[in-house]
């Protein structure tokens, strides 16, 4: 398992982290995990606790677990629950054949016997998926990168780099406006107060991460996605380390192109600047104020006060 080459995309929630995640799909360099990489368990505790959810944290194992427990201790909740539970998956109509006793048949070789680390755990969560993946619109080969997403998991870098020190994170940061009010689209939304917390403390750690780790992660703007997608796509590959695509234009799934709304695969439901900048009128007078005010500091820092729909928004 020595020449696994690993990217992950980090995003805070309504972030467009789905949306990035579905235009490197169809990649002819990648293995794209079909659905959220939700590697995290319910052993990781740390003072970040309170703000996410274990299952988007990157993980740690007891020690002396064999490798069917070392499998079930990864929540991976939409695959499991795809698999599993087909009819109670939001994504039941997706094209995707794999029987899950292969896949773990394939964990359990990949990692051996105890003592097993982590670093081989991660590495044959991704392996065996594709393996076992039996209508994948190619076969695995050597050197192509798998590519996982899980929203902030940004915020552990350095322990994912200290586990795979060529790792390649990408970020992505939405300004807040937009962001939270594709989030009000959930059953629970956060109360602003808290979302607004969270965005300061999600991209600021992973700036600092950035500057911690230029050569694995690296912070990119939604923005410049729907603006100039050839442009963002092509550094996003060079940084990668995979050629650009015409693939990288739209958003797919299992190589098929999403040509309407990209949900069940995310909130945030088209990947243009229209879209982006439309959905910030739906917002009250009064959260747009209060948005402002929470994330001026780290918006300037990103340069959200010198684009031009949203300039307005901070020199209030």
Do not use: C
């Not at 694995?216 to 939604?222: F, I, K, S």
């Not at 729907?226 to 234009?249: N, Q, S, Y």
């Amino acid at each position: 398992m020595s020449d696994f080459r690993l990217a992950m995309i980090s995003a805070g929630f309504e972030h467009g982290g789905n949306v990035t995640h579905r235009h490197f799909d169809g990649h002819p360099d990648l293995l794209v995990y079909p659905f959220e990489s939700q590697l995290g368990n319910r052993n990781f505790n740390d003072f970040l606790a309170s703000v996410e959810r274990v299952q988007y944290r990157y993980p740690e194992f007891p020690e002396g677990l064999t490798a069917v427990e070392l499998y079930e201790q990864i929540i991976d909740e939409e695959m499991k629950t795809f698999l599993r539970k087909r009819n109670g998956s939001k994504f039941k109509d997706a094209d995707l054949v794999m029987d899950e006793k292969n896949r773990i048949a394939e964990f359990a070789r990949l990692v051996g016997e105890p003592p097993i680390f982590r670093r081989q755990v991660v590495e044959a969560f991704f392996r065996s998926t594709f393996t076992a993946w039996e209508n994948y619109y190619t076969r695995p080969r050597p050197g192509m990168v798998h590519m996982g997403y899980s929203p902030a998991i940004g915020i552990d870098a350095d322990r994912m780099v200290r586990d795979f020190p060529d790792i390649r994170i990408l970020h992505i940061v939405r300004n807040p406006f937009s962001a939270y009010r594709d989030t009000k689209r959930r059953p629970f939304p956060q109360p602003l107060s808290k979302y607004l917390i969270t965005w300061n403390i999600y991209h600021s750690t992973v700036e600092m991460f950035a500057r911690m780790h230029p050569n694995n992660v690296r912070v990119l703007r939604y923005e410049d996605l729907v603006d100039d997608k050839r442009r963002f796509m092509t550094d996003a590959a060079a940084f990668i380390g995979v050629p650009f695509a015409e693939t990288m234009l739209y958003p797919s799934w299992n190589g098929v192109e999403i040509k309407e709304s990209i949900a069940p695969w995310g909130t945030v439901l088209k990947s243009t600047k229209d879209y982006n900048r439309a959905v910030i009128q739906e917002l009250s007078d009064a959260e747009r104020r209060q948005i402002a005010q929470g994330t001026a500091a780290l918006a300037r820092h990103f340069g959200y006060d010198r684009i031009d729909y949203l300039a307005e928004l901070y020199a209030q």
